[in-house]
């Protein structure tokens, strides 16, 4: 048994070099818009992985993620932005004296980002989670479109609809992989954890869990809390990834496509949020000619934007109808299966070429 | 003094009065039963005790302290522990997860050294889950501790809502019918069980059934209630042949 955990444990760690050593590699040699592709997954990856803590583990349903990647957005974005870009910004109103020489590395800007995010959270999760019933996704959806009436409306601070531009662009693979990884090794840990099955049995059953000494309250508040500080810090890279940030970034559509993702991926199936949103991020790039005028045969379609999002919906639609629990389904991605499937194939295909007839024992075993 | 004391309670849901100046008591080490017909407000006692609603008028005691209201969490950190008529299992888990669940509230690592791993918490960890197989043992149920919870025949079920609500440690142990749904033969094996428990486990039994007989043979004081209101208390003999009692049973008539 420990032997096996050691021997897991050392695949990962192999299996994480490799990956950032395909990083760099892709970093070095990739083209900026391939580059592009692959941080927005990685931003994707944080806001499904962390979605699927509040949803697919507590039952909590949210719709603030984008009001609070807005918010990790905005706080990264004032923080690594230069004095004299800020000027630049600032023509309509200056911005308040507090933030106009702040400068911070962006490590530094990105974990006051997601704290400040996390603090937005506690304001939408402590009334409503006093409650019972789904008030935390109104509540969250106010506090979004709160949160976008203040962006436009704060100009000394945000400087309104005018947004912010000329944001440095720190973010590359390796902070914004970097920060997945920490994601999800994070959300992993904690699921797999006392505190997990905690979370696990008050969606399940929350008048059970509350009379086996679950604080309801104080759990919510955790999973809430920790996955608004990783949406803050993804917010964050987004900022500092696209370099120019407004209030029309983080319309609600956005929390609606977390949703989507994370329910295409599987419900409590971090592989699967993890897979979801890489998919999602390729093929929304990879479906953009379909948005301009093409012809199937004599069949000429005018270019229609957002026909991308109705093929997403399609799709999700039929991933539902065929697998109501998403792709994964509660499943995860381990090193055992992966084995277990290996020494499943070689003994198939071994016993095949000894017996036609003894490969479906052999099958049954693994 | 007694464990639990329950002073006047009553509880109104709008016109309904479901518990109406209800007292009772029951004693450490005790095994105590709460009979009645359907609808006498037996499970809604339950719940005035553990948090779930808060009574209209009374209070209760728990170790002399007064427990009325509070948070059904805080109830069970106090060392109330119940299970109920319908089984609340949790879906998702197996067996010693659920049984585990019950174990998280004398958890005290903070959830960063959880994710962390750190010592404290990887040696609670391993206490908890070790303490868990052996309740589960203690209750001969360990060679299901991988199933899923919600596989387990109803019989088992039962006996893991049972097991689980042990994991709290509790000095008081409620049980909602849990003969409910049984056969007479699984009926008596439960009340076996219940037994076992109570000889095995430090702790002091408060059990709600729907039939006299169930509890006849186990429980040196019984109950009884309708309409949210006493109507006899003491020995099983004495409450077979109180005429309340019969009336509430059978209806008023000349065959009693």
Same mark, same amino acid.
């Given at each position: 048994?420990?032997?096996? $955990? !050691?021997?897991?444990?050392?695949?990962?760690? $192999?299996?994480?070099?490799?990956?950032?050593?395909?990083?760099?590699?892709?970093? !070095?040699?990739? !083209?900026?818009?391939?580059?592009?592709?692959?941080?927005?997954? *990685?931003?994707?990856?944080?806001?499904?992985?962390?979605?699927?803590? $509040?949803?697919?583990?507590?039952?909590?349903?949210?719709?603030?993620?984008?009001?609070?990647?807005?918010?990790? *957005?905005?706080?990264?974005?004032?923080?690594?932005?230069?004095?004299?870009?800020?000027?630049?910004?600032?023509?309509?109103?200056?911005?308040?004296?507090?933030?106009?020489?702040?400068?911070?590395?962006?490590? *530094?800007?990105l974990v006051i980002a997601g704290l400040m995010t996390a603090i937005f959270s506690f304001v939408a999760g402590w009334p409503s989670f006093r409650l019972r019933g789904d008030y935390l996704a109104i509540a969250t959806l106010g506090l979004s479109e709160i949160i976008r009436v203040l962006l436009i409306n704060l100009q000394s601070v945000t400087n309104g609809a005018l947004g912010l531009k000329g944001i440095p662009g720190y973010t590359n693979l390796f902070w914004s992989w970097g920060f997945a990884v920490v994601t999800i090794f994070v959300v992993k840990r904690l699921v797999d954890s006392s505190y997990g099955r905690a979370l696990m049995a008050l969606r399940d059953d929350d008048v059970a869990a509350e009379a086996l000494g679950v604080s309801l309250l104080y759990h919510k508040m955790l999973a809430l809390m920790l996955s608004s500080f990783f949406v803050g810090i993804g917010g964050g890279l987004l900022a500092n990834l696209i370099s120019t940030i407004d209030p029309s970034v983080f319309l609600f559509f956005l929390s609606y496509q977390i949703v989507g993702i994370t329910v295409m991926g599987g419900m409590a199936s971090l592989t699967g949020s993890v897979v979801a949103a890489c998919l999602y991020t390729v093929f929304l790039e990879l479906l953009r000619p379909i948005e301009s005028p093409f012809s199937i045969g004599s069949l000429d379609v005018p270019g229609m934007p957002g026909m991308r999002m109705v093929l997403f919906s399609a799709l999700l639609l039929l991933v539902i109808l065929f697998s109501h629990r998403g792709l994964f389904g509660g499943r995860e991605f381990g090193w055992d299966w992966i084995l277990d499937g290996f020494d499943a194939l070689r003994k198939r295909l071994k016993g095949s070429k000894e017996r036609t007839g003894a490969d479906s024992d052999s099958e049954e075993a693994s | 003094?007694?464990?639990?004391?329950?002073? &006047?309670?009553?509880? +109104?849901? #709008?016109?309904?009065?479901?518990?109406?100046?209800?007292?009772?008591?029951?004693?450490?080490?005790?095994?105590?039963?709460?009979?009645?017909?359907?609808?006498?407000?037996?499970? @809604?006692?339950?719940?005035?005790?553990?948090? /779930?609603?808060?009574?209209?008028?009374?209070?209760?005691?728990?170790?002399?302290? #007064?427990? @009325? =209201?509070?948070?059904? #969490?805080? /109830?069970?950190?106090?060392?109330?522990?119940?299970?109920?008529?319908?089984?609340?299992?949790?879906?998702?888990?197996?067996?010693?997860?659920?049984?585990?669940?019950?174990? &998280?509230?004398?958890?005290?690592?903070?959830?960063?050294?959880?994710?962390?791993?750190?010592?404290?918490?990887? +040696?609670?960890?391993?206490?908890?889950?070790?303490?868990?197989?052996?309740?589960?043992?203690?209750?001969?149920?360990?060679?299901?501790? &991988?199933?899923?919870?919600?596989?387990?025949?109803?019989?088992?079920?039962?006996?893991?809502?049972?097991?689980?609500?042990?994991?709290?440690?509790?000095?008081?142990?409620?049980?909602?019918?849990? =003969?409910?749904?049984?056969?007479?033969?699984?009926?008596?094996?439960?009340?076996?069980?219940?037994? &076992?428990?109570? #000889? @095995?486990?430090?702790?002091?039994?408060?059990? /709600?059934?729907?039939?006299?007989?169930?509890?006849?043979?186990?429980c040196p004081r019984i109950i009884v209630i309708d309409y949210g209101e006493t109507i006899a208390e003491g020995p099983p003999d004495a409450i077979q042949n109180n005429p309340r009692v019969i009336e509430a049973y059978l209806g008023v008539g000349d065959y009693a």
């Open positions: 048994m420990n032997l096996h $955990i !050691s021997r897991n444990r050392i695949l990962t760690l $192999i299996a994480l070099v490799a990956f950032f050593l395909l990083l760099a590699y892709a970093s !070095s040699n990739f !083209s900026p818009y391939v580059l592009r592709i692959m941080n927005l997954s *990685a931003i994707y990856v944080i806001f499904a992985v962390t979605f699927n803590l $509040i949803y697919g583990y507590t039952g909590q349903f949210s719709l603030g993620h984008a009001g609070f990647a807005a918010v990790g *957005a905005y706080v990264a974005a004032l923080l690594t932005m230069s004095p004299d870009q800020k000027v630049a910004n600032f023509f309509l109103q200056p911005i308040v004296p507090l933030l106009a020489n702040v400068q911070l590395p962006f490590l *530094a800007a | 003094m007694s464990l639990l004391q329950l002073r &006047h309670l009553t509880k +109104r849901f #709008d016109g309904l009065t479901a518990v109406d100046n209800f007292s009772a008591e029951v004693d450490s080490g005790e095994l105590c039963a709460l009979i009645g017909p359907n609808g006498a407000g037996k499970t @809604t006692i339950f719940n005035l005790i553990t948090g /779930i609603y808060e009574p209209s008028e009374g209070h209760v005691y728990f170790e002399g302290k #007064d427990i @009325t =209201a509070k948070r059904p #969490d805080i /109830i069970a950190g106090l060392g109330v522990a119940r299970t109920f008529q319908n089984i609340r299992l949790f879906e998702g888990m197996d067996v010693l997860g659920n049984v585990l669940v019950g174990r &998280h509230l004398r958890l005290k690592a903070d959830p960063f050294s959880a994710i962390l791993r750190l010592p404290n918490y990887s +040696r609670e960890e391993r206490t908890m889950r070790e303490e868990a197989m052996e309740l589960l043992e203690s209750l001969e149920l360990s060679h299901l501790a &991988h199933e899923d919870a919600t596989s387990l025949p109803y019989g088992e079920q039962r006996k893991l809502e049972i097991a689980r609500a042990l994991a709290v440690k509790p000095k008081l142990l409620l049980l909602d019918e849990p =003969a409910a749904g049984m056969n007479p033969a699984e009926r008596e094996e439960l009340m076996a069980f219940v037994v &076992h428990i109570l #000889d @095995t486990f430090e702790l002091t039994i408060f059990l /709600i059934e729907h039939q006299m007989q169930v509890v006849m043979g186990i």
